[in-house]
């Protein structure tokens, strides 16, 4: 006979496995996108990496169980959890276009603060006083990462913020969603909706009417659509298998396994955007952004820690009643 509990200790694992090669590949992801933004507008990256992305899924798809799974119950969610995702993917990639990428995708990790605060009303939870005290730390890394000690505070850093608002909504969905369709039902509305918004966003400011506005951010989403270059073309094969493959490793470790235990691996992510950050644009976290990384990174990691804590609780109470 089957043992359950061996069955989702297994899912559990499996979780992982797939948090932990989507953290590298979206990383990846990521720092092609800061590659490309010198030279090519996001909502064409955007394109270029959605249409790979689609056919990506669809492969999937038709050797995963067949096109039967493009189906969904749910597809009003489905576009609405594609829809968070275009805004946190363009507000992400219009900070890495103006800041370092560690320093852009540490702020974005504030997403699970966010995910508590947010539990509040949408999940009717009740958060004590330590994870409020952790909430007020990790937005505290913010600010000292923006160092408003200077004159001018760059609004780019801003963006991040955005971006874990967006993916925090998105990450409520994705386990809602689960319970009915499979990861590559999901990715497949992602790369759709990518795709068509992506087109359209083109089609109305793809001639580049305006660009040139003087700052990164901005130039990186107004500039102009352009032939790629030979040279640049595997880099955007990179792109969309990258985020075809991510996309779809995160939405199954997020339905294998419970978000307070695969949550924690995202993080991943940090050290290795610092690695790669510094390998490809020499850039290195200042002692304030690393300060504000450790703020951060704590406080994520504690309300993680509390919310795997009350799960705990809440399992051993109700095996005893």
């Known amino acids: 006979m089957k043992n359950p509990f061996e069955s989702a200790e297994n899912h559990s694992l499996n979780g992982i496995y797939c948090i932990l090669i989507g953290m590298v590949v979206v990383t990846i992801q ?20 959605s249409c790979i992305g689609l056919l990506i899924a669809l492969f999937v798809i038709k050797f995963g169980g ?12 489905q576009l609405i959890r594609g829809g968070l995702l275009i805004i946190a993917n363009m507000a992400l990639f219009m900070a890495v276009a103006a800041m370092p990428i560690a320093e852009a995708i540490a702020i974005f990790f504030v997403a699970p603060l966010f995910i508590t605060i947010l ?14 005290i952790a909430v007020i730390v990790g937005l505290l890394g913010v600010i000292v990462m923006m160092n408003p000690t200077e004159k001018i505070v760059d609004w780019a850093a801003l963006l991040p913020l955005v971006a874990a608002l967006a993916y925090a909504l998105m990450q409520m969905l994705t386990r809602k969603l689960g319970a ?52 640049h073309l595997w880099i955007f094969m990179i792109l969309g298998i990258t985020s075809g493959f991510g ?21 991943v992510s940090l050290p290795l955007s610092i690695l790669l950050g510094y390998l ?20 994520g990691l504690y309300v993680l820690y509390r919310e795997k804590t009350r799960s705990n609780n809440n399992f051993t109470h109700n095996q005893k009643t």
């Open 119 to 132: 539990s509040i009303p949408i999940l009717k939870e009740r958060v004590g006083p330590r994870r409020w």
């Open 280 to 299: 490809l644009w020499r850039d290195f976290p200042t002692s304030s952004g690393f300060a504000g990384m450790t703020l951060i990174l704590g406080a």
């Open 66 to 77: 067949g096109f039967h799974l493009i189906k969904t119950q749910n597809l009003w969610l």
């Open 247 to 267: 996309s779809y490793l995160l939405s199954q470790a997020y339905r294998l396994g419970e978000a307070n235990l695969i949550a924690p691996f995202e993080y």
């Open 180 to 231: 009915t369709d499979q990861a590559s039902t999901m990715t497949f509305y992602n790369q759709s909706t990518l795709f068509a918004v992506s087109l359209i966003i083109g089609v109305i400011i793809g001639d580049g009417k305006f660009s040139n506005m003087g700052h990164a951010s901005l130039d990186f989403l107004f500039k102009a659509w352009v032939v790629p270059d030979k040279d």
């Open 30 to 49: 990521d720092s092609t996108v800061k590659w490309l933004s010198p030279d090519y507008s996001l909502h064409q990256i955007m394109f270029v990496r």
